[in-house]
T-cell receptor, first 106, second 113 residues
């Protein structure tokens, strides 16, 4: 099956810093999404981005489908950005990466 | 985007008992999906529930342990049967939008003691 690898696994940053999270996948996919799981366990859709670039406030994402990777950019981090960020790809079914655990220090 | 209500939000259960989790969607959907997230882990698909037919289970998950109902196009239940501490996880239901991707309920945090 498709392998989804996210890096880094853990990231600790000071409030106000910028970060880049990466998602590599091993085969062509139909769709790709980024999620944020907050400390209460809720999964929030960030981007549905099978290809190209999208921006939403301080967050943006780029997927280069031909090279099988996607990047999530977080600028001017806030403590509320803390949590786990998951990349999920879809072919016959949705497969999640293991996530990047982000901790923003005040 | 779909609004998904899941309940209970959390529960603590005795081993050997069963828990039924409910998932309600605010619009009609063909397929509903159930996921498990073990502590500190990623999400794993348990099964796909279609209205009017038996659920399709992923490798490693069986109907006797995780029976699923799908009585109509807006509702589904997942039962975790004969629970053991290893079943302690977050269970999430999900639906998919063709142009917006997957959306999740708030999850059910289950602790088995």
């Amino acid at each position: 099956g498709i392998q989804v690898e996210q890096s880094p696994p853990d990231l600790i940053l000071q409030e106000g810093a910028n970060s880049t999270l990466r998602c590599n996948f091993s085969d062509s996919v139909n769709n790709l999404q980024w999620f944020h799981q907050n400390p209460w366990g809720q999964l929030i859709n960030l981007f549905y981005i099978p290809s190209g670039t999208k921006q939403n406030g301080r967050l943006s994402a780029t997927t280069v489908a031909t090279e099988r990777y996607s990047l999530l950019y977080i600028s001017s981090s806030q403590t509320t950005d803390s949590g786990v960020y998951f990349c999920a790809v879809e072919r016959a079914k949705i497969i999640f990466g293991k996530g990047t655990r982000l901790h923003i220090l005040p | 985007s779909a609004v998904i209500s899941q309940k209970p939000s959390r529960d603590i259960c005795q081993r050997g008992t069963s828990l039924t989790i409910q998932c309600q969607v605010d619009s009609q959907v063909t397929m509903m999906f159930w996921y498990r997230q073990q502590p500190g882990q990623s999400l794993t698909l348990i099964a796909t529930a279609n209205q009017g037919s038996e659920a399709t289970y992923e490798s490693g998950f069986v109907i006797d342990k995780f029976p699923i109902s799908r009585p109509n196009l807006t509702f589904s239940t997942l039962t975790v049967s004969n629970m053991s501490p290893e079943d302690s996880s977050i269970y999430l239901c999900s639906v998919e939008d063709l142009s917006l991707g997957a959306f999740f309920g708030q999850g059910t945090r289950l602790t088995v003691v």
